[in-house]
C-alpha cells in the first residue's frame, strides 16, 4: 500500500552554471559523492517503499535523465509534464493515478535535492507519520527546527498540548517576508516546513476537492484514460491548463488538518552554493573544492567546483564561488548567492542560454 512521489520537475536555478534548464541540479553529483541528488534521495525513499511504488514527476525534457539515472523505474512510473506548474498540479495528477491504482495508498511526497545525515532516523519519522496518516483523514509534514529567518521556507505554527508527537498545524505560512520571518523567529514556537509529506492518496485528493475544485475537475477527466495510449494526448492538452501555484500555497495554508511531526534528523535543502559549502568537506581554512587540483593561497571558506583536470590558482579570495562549467565561469561573492538566478538571466539577455 506504500508508494512515494519523488519531485524533479525544479530547474535549481541558484546552482548555475551547473544547474542548467537541460541538466537541472538533481540530476548532478552536486556533494562529489558520486551519486547524483535524485540517485541519493530514491535510495532513500527505497528504504519506505517498494522500488515499483516510486514515481518520478518530471518535465518531459528530462525523461531521458531519469532513466538513464534511475534505471529500476519503469514508463508507468514516470509522469512527464508538458509544462512547469509548480507542485500542485503534479501532486495532485500522480495522487489520482496511484489513487486508482490503489484506492488504499499511502504515499509520500518528496523533493529530489535534499540532503538529510541520519536515514534511519528519517525512516523511522515517516514510519510514524505512515501510521498517524492510516488512521486519520490528516495531512502530515514534517518541521524542522529553524536557525535564521530564511524567506524561502514555509513557517509552522504548531499546537503544543497533546501527548501524540504529531501535532495539529496552528497556521502554516508559505514563504513569509524577512520581517515576518524574523518575528516567527523571535516567538520560538515555529518550525520549517521540510518540504516533504506523508497522506493518504485518497486526504490529499479530497483536500484538492476542497480547495482546487477547478483543477481537481481537470485532472477527473483523464482518470478514464489513465494508463492507456492516450493518458499523453490528455496530459498534454490538460495539463498546461493547470493553475501554477505550489501545494504549500493551494492546499496547506488552507486545509484544516495539517499536522506536523518535528524532527531532528541534520535537514539541508541543497538549495543555494552556501548551503552546499556547509555540507562539503573542507580544508583546514573553510575551502570546499570539488573536482579541482588547487593551489589555495589566503584563501578562506571559498567553494571552488570545476572540471576534473583543471588546476585553479586562488591567492588572497575569500567567501567566494568559483564555478568553471563547459564556457561558463563564475566568479561571485557568497554574500550574494540569491542573486545568482538574476545573473543567469543576464547572461541569458547578453549571450543567449547557457
Ligand atoms: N515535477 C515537478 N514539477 N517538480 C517541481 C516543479 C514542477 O513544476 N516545480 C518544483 N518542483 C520540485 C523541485 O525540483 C523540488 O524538488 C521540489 O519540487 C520543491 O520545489 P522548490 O521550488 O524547491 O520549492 P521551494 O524550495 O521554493 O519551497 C518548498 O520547499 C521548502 C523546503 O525546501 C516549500 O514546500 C516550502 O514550504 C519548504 O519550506
Ligand atoms: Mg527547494
Redesign the pocket.
Known amino acids: 500500500n506504500y508508494y512515494a512521489i519523488l ?4 530547474v535549481g536555478s541558484r546552482f548555475w552554471p551547473v544547474s542548467k534548464n537541460d541538466f537541472p541540479k ?1 540530476f548532478h553529483d552536486m556533494l562529489g559523492t558520486g551519486e547524483t541528488l535524485i540517485q541519493k534521495t530514491f535510495s532513500r525513499l527505497s528504504k519506505l517503499i517498494p522500488a515499483e511504488n516510486i514515481f518520478i ?3 518531459e525534457k528530462y525523461n531521458d535523465l531519469v532513466l538513464e539515472q534511475l534505471p529500476e523505474i519503469t514508463a508507468r512510473q514516470v509522469v512527464l ?1 508538458p509544462a ?4 500542485a498540479p ?1 501532486i495532485l495528477y500522480a495522487s489520482m493515478k496511484i489513487q486508482k491504482e490503489n484506492p488504499d495508498a499511502m504515499m509520500i511526497v518528496a ?4 540532503w538529510i545525515e541520519d536515514e534511519d532516523m528519517f525512516t523511522a519519522n515517516v514510519n510514524e507519520c505512515f501510521d498517524a496518516c492510516e488512521k486519520e483523514d490528516i495531512l502530515v509534514t514534517l518541521g524542522i527546527q529553524p536557525t535564521f529567518p530564511n524567506t ?3 513557517y509552522i505554527k504548531f499546537e503544543k498540548e497533546g501527548d501524540s508527537s504529531i501535532k495539529k498545524v496552528a497556521q502554516f505560512t ?2 513569509p517576508d524577512y520581517e515576518t520571518a524574523k518575528k516567527f523567529l523571535i516567538t520560538k514556537s515555529y518550525l ?4 516533504i509529506f506523508i497522506w493518504s492518496a485518497k486526504s490529499i485528493v479530497a483536500a484538492f476537492s476542497k480547495y482546487q475544485e477547478e483543477m481537481t475537475t481537470l485532472f477527473e477527466k483523464g482518470m478514464s484514460c489513465y494508463n492507456t495510449e492516450e493518458e499523453k494526448d490528455f496530459i498534454d492538452e490538460n495539463y498546461p491548463k493547470a493553475e501554477n501555484i ?3 500555497y493551494a492546499i496547506l495554508e488552507n486545509a484544516p488538518n495539517v499536522y506536523v511531526l518535528p524532527v531532528s534528523f541534520d535537514w539541508n ?1 541543497l ?1 543555494t552554493w552556501g548551503s552546499l559549502h556547509s555540507k562539503l568537506d573542507k580544508d583546514e581554512s573553510e575551502n570546499a573544492v570539488v573536482n579541482a587540483k588547487t593551489i589555495l593561497v589566503d584563501a578562506k571558506n571559498n567553494i571552488i567546483r570545476t572540471n576534473p583536470d583543471k588546476i585553479v590558482v586562488v591567492d588572497g579570495l575569500s567567501d567566494y564561488i568559483i564555478v568553471d562549467k563547459d564556457d561558463v565561469l563564475v566568479i561571485y561573492p557568497k554574500r550574494k548567492e540569491q542573486d545568482i538566478k538574476k545573473v543567469r538571466s543576464a547572461v541569458k539577455d547578453a549571450f543567449g542560454e547557457h
Open positions: 519531485m524533479a520537475g525544479g538533481q514527476l518530471t518535465n509534464e512547469m506548474r509548480n507542485t503534479c523533493p529530489s535535492d535534499h524561502g521556507y514555509g508559505e514563504k520549517w516546513n521540510a518540504g505550489s501545494i504549500d535543502d538549495g
